[in-house]
């Protein structure tokens, strides 16, 4: 059976903060799609560094200039979300292998739910390869340098949350990439 694609896509996650990485996905999605909703899940069971709001409003700044990107929270199924939404594809970014395992269960029990939703898997860049937003707030808490990493407006959050960071090494420049 042939269907037209859908043209809103759902791209959904802790965003506990948003990274470079999600970014990248956000602004590889857009190319594919005419709107990438970016979906907080609203999970008072996980806790959080950002409450949900600030997570939304970094999220609103860091998207700010890309056309075709809107933020949003969802509770309960994200199948039921998309429904809402009007949207019938999911969209999740790979960093490596050992993300795929649990993405493909993820995407196999949403599709069990919903047979009509399709999850597409893009691959960040390898510049953000090694990132999360839970190392991110480790090397942030530990006075590490994350610029580059995140966003200005999360690197700024970090350093209010845990203090500027002092440096106290030499400063060390290898660009290998
Ligand atoms: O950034 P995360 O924490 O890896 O995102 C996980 C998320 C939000 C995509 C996932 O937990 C989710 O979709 N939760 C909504 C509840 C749901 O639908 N569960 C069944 C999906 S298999």
Do not use: W
């Not at 809103?8 to 990248?24: E, K, W």
């Not at 909703?37 to 008072?44: D, G, R, S």
């Not at 594809?89 to 399709?118: C, H, P, T, W």
């Amino acid at each position: 059976m042939r269907r037209r694609s859908s043209p809103i896509a759902v791209y959904p996650g802790s965003f506990d903060p948003v990274t470079n990485g999600h970014l990248d996905i956000v602004k590889r999605a857009l190319t594919m799609f005419d709107t990438v909703i970016v979906a907080v899940l609203k999970n008072p069971d996980k806790k959080a560094l950002f409450p949900l709001s600030e997570r939304l409003e970094l999220l609103r700044k860091s998207v700010a200039d890309l056309e075709g990107a809107v933020v949003d929270s969802f509770s309960g199924l994200l199948v039921d979300y998309l429904h809402h939404r009007g949207a019938a594809i999911i969209v999740k970014g790979l960093r490596a292998v050992s993300d795929f395992e649990y993405e493909f269960q993820m995407a196999l029990m949403n599709r069990k739910i919903d047979s009509r939703i399709e999850t597409v898997f893009l691959m960040t860049s390898y510049r953000y390869a090694f990132l999360s937003s839970s190392l991110i707030k480790e090397v942030a808490a530990l006075g590490g340098d994350i610029s580059g990493l995140v966003p200005t407006c999360v690197e700024a959050r970090l350093g209010e949350k845990f203090g500027a960071r002092v440096p106290d090494r030499i400063p060390q420049r290898i660009d290998m990439e």
